[in-house]
């Protein structure tokens, strides 16, 4: 998605990715097949590139800051990949800038279980590295559930009494002009699976914005250039913290394509390359989730015709060559001026439309 906008605008396309034919390689002028863990292939794709920016956190940052010094400017910067990466720096970094977050402490493999016991319950486990959509993450309620710690160097949180899980797409540029989203709602299933993103959040005007003042200066204190996606929660007791950020664009920012005067990867494009930053404002209230693979193999979309017959819906399948379980394949905005309207339609739209596997 961020490889059409950038086409749309007039740049060509160079591309680092382990499969051969991963979504963007069909878009791209100058394609590399390997891991991005290899640091020559990053400096090869850097020496065909104007500017490298990336679509996932799991990268060889050491050779991204290699290339950026030898002159091919990164964004966002590698610094701040760095510290992504972490979560306890991440989170450190945060409370320095005075960035309301959950309270926490450092919790190192070999001491993990007398620091959760002094801690107290419930506790929230995130491993230090490697963690995403859940992974890494153990939430231990009492005592008896101290077996299910992750043997891993990690950050022990606490437990927040969450009312709701909400989201802010920032884009910044580097003269540090901002453009902020609306705040988005996540609701998540029993699974602890996003089951609807919406937009705007239903919560009071003045907390929405808290939370993207909170979002700015979470932005600004990386000091970031181009779009992050800032993740917090708001508590049963009106707290707005710190979840974590994504230094790219993101899942909670997908339903800017349609029912934004400037999707998130437009503004991503615009950002890194020292285009003006676009409007951010909501045209119309949307409703977006996520098409996650059933089975496995070579995918196949069901129920594309049913879904399409409803008004406002707009169907994206990312062409991912094979389907895994819960895989994102894709995904789905509803857009409607009646943001309830939008809800009942996407309810209706996610029990018809599916992408299986054919089992091969």
Do not use: W
Request: proline share 5%.
């Amino acid at each position: 998605m961020m490889a059409q906008e950038a086409r749309k605008l007039g740049f060509g396309i160079a591309v680092l990715d382990p499969q051969e034919s991963c979504p963007a390689c069909g878009l791209a002028d100058y394609k590399i097949n390997a891991s991005f863990m290899d640091g020559e292939k990053i400096k090869e794709l850097a020496e065909v590139s104007d500017v490298l920016t990336y679509d996932i956190e799991h990268i060889n940052v050491q050779a991204l800051k290699e290339v950026e010094k030898e002159g091919t400017p990164v964004y966002p910067s590698p610094r701040i990949l760095e510290i992504i990466q972490d979560k306890l720096v991440q989170m450190e970094t945060m409370k320095r800038a005075g960035v309301p977050v959950p309270k926490f402490i450092r919790a190192d493999k070999e001491e993990l279980l007398e620091k959760a016991e002094k801690f107290g319950f419930p506790l929230v486990q995130k491993t230090r590295r490697g963690g995403y959509d859940g992974k890494g993450v153990a939430v231990i309620r009492s005592e008896e559930e101290l077996s299910k710690l992750i043997p891993a160097d990690s950050m022990i949180q606490e437990f927040v009494n969450i009312e709701k899980e909400i989201a802010v797409i920032v884009a910044r540029d580097e003269y540090g002009e901002v453009e902020v989203y609306p705040v988005v709602e996540m609701v998540f299933n029993e699974a602890n699976i996003l089951d609807f993103l919406v937009a705007p959040a239903r919560i009071d005007e003045d907390k929405a914005k808290e939370a993207q003042e909170i979002a700015i200066k979470a932005v600004e204190a990386l000091n970031g250039v181009g779009v992050f996606g800032v993740e917090m929660f708001l508590d049963r007791e009106g707290r707005i913290l710190l979840n974590e950020i994504a230094p790219r664009p993101h899942n909670s920012g997908h339903y800017t394509i349609e029912a934004c005067m400037t999707s998130q990867f437009e503004q991503h494009i615009r950002a890194i390359t020292g285009l003006p930053l676009g409007n951010s404002e909501l045209i119309l209230p949307a409703v977006m989730f996520n098409l996650l693979g059933e089975g496995s193999g070579k995918p196949k979309v069901l129920g594309l015709r049913e879904a399409l017959r409803y008004p406002g819906v707009y169907v994206h399948i990312y062409g991912k060559p094979v389907v895994r379980p819960l895989r994102k394949m894709g995904h789905v905005t509803v857009v409607n001026r009646d943001l309830n309207k939008a809800l009942e339609i996407a309810e209706k739209v996610k029990r018809i439309i599916k992408v299986v596997g054919d089992g091969s």
